[in-house]
């Protein structure tokens, strides 16, 4: 049975007052979803909360000229006396940082900044610390083809980040070439979606420049808007993150420490989330069901695990299961101490597979 939007609202309030009672402060609770077409977002309640005001986006950075970011060639003049000073060549897989602000900056996977001489992609998780000096940051190039400075600086991609399909490879697999596929594959996908724009979508390597493409942008918030509504009534209820299902399966997971830092990111991954949905458009499925959904974000522990940390400010984990990889962030920062993120895929090694969940490998 198919339900408006609002309708579904209505039930998603109802199940999280009757589901509150049965969440303790250290679990997640799945609710019912709000499906638009073949996309269904499951909302996360519970799991312990985090004070997160003081954590600086991105986007929020960038704007207000606190934070730029560079060609590690290009970053000269940024540079504090007495900080270390990065590589003088520009390289695919590497740009420089600068956070002159006085808050910490979160830094997540699959955020894009464009200029330079590529598009990049950010690779992993975290925080970078106030009035810091230069900083490498784990990037893959979204833009294959280009090396010729369009901008001495980057700005970040502000209409969404880089689609689940697109984050995979640069977070699970950390290859390059899988990357560049996966670009080729969301692009031809976008094509198929918005056959008006398929001869500017030809015509461009840009990732970034794709999902700008007025007519890509028209079919992504065709799905997108519905789920502003949902956001609004959500935070009633404390949500703090979702899980994503296409064509009945589910594919992803996105979990803050707060419905305020949700909030920040929701109108980016609200778009990611359809821009793959859109991809997989005819692909088929039944529809999505919230014991699955939960089962999948209760499966947290895997047969291997990776941990990197800089005392004092972070400690980022990688969890591998059978056919999943979990990834967290966690503030070690004093009085801070809490998981800021966390990342689930449904995951299966390309190399031995041969394919991703979503989209398809362009060989």
């Not at 799991?47 to 730029?68: M, Y």
Request: with cysteine; net charge neutral.
């Amino acid at each position: 049975m198919n339900y408006s939007i609002l309708t579904q609202l209505a039930f998603v309030l109802l199940a999280a007052t009757f589901a509150s009672a049965g969440t303790t402060s250290h679990d997640y609770k799945v609710l019912p979803p709000v499906t638009r077409g073949n996309l269904s977002i499951f909302p996360i309640v519970g799991g312990p909360e985090g004070n997160t005001a003081h954590l600086l986006t991105l986007d929020e950075g960038v704007r207000s000229g606190l934070v730029v970011v560079a060609e590690a060639g290009s970053i000269q003049g940024l540079i504090r006396q007495g900080s270390p000073r990065p590589g003088t060549g520009a390289e695919v897989n590497r740009l420089v940082l600068v956070n002159n602000s006085d808050r910490p900056l979160l830094l997540l996977a699959g955020e894009v900044v464009t200029g330079g001489k590529q598009d990049r992609v950010i690779g992993v998780d975290r925080i970078v610390p106030p009035q810091s000096g230069p900083i490498d940051l784990s990037v893959f190039c979204v833009e294959h083809g280009r090396w010729v400075a369009s901008s001495e600086h980057f700005g970040s991609m502000k209409s969404q980040m880089a689609q689940p399909s697109v984050r995979m490879p640069a977070m699970a697999a950390r290859d390059q070439r899988s990357v560049w596929d996966m670009v080729a594959s969301a692009a031809g996908g976008m094509a198929k979606a918005a056959p008006q724009a398929s001869g500017s979508i030809h015509a461009t390597t840009s990732y970034a420049k794709v999902m700008e493409n007025p007519e890509v942008q028209q079919k992504v918030n065709s799905v997108a808007t519905d789920y502003n509504e949902l956001l609004q009534e959500l935070r009633k209820v404390g949500a703090k993150g979702v899980v994503v299902a296409i064509n009945g399966r589910i594919t992803w997971a996105d979990v803050f420490a707060s419905t305020d830092l949700l909030e920040k990111y929701w109108q980016k991954l609200i778009r990611s989330y359809a821009a793959d949905s859109l991809m997989a458009a005819s692909a088929g499925g039944g529809p999505a069901d919230q014991k699955s959904a939960q089962l999948f974000l209760d499966q947290m522990q895997g047969n291997r695990e990776v941990t990197e940390t800089e005392p004092g400010l972070f400690r980022r984990t990688e969890i591998s299961g059978d056919g999943y990889k979990v990834f967290t962030l966690t503030s070690l920062v004093p009085k801070y101490e809490y998981t800021v993120h966390l990342a689930k895929m449904s995951y299966k090694d390309p190399m031995r597979e041969g394919v991703y969940p979503i989209g398809r490998m362009v060989r």
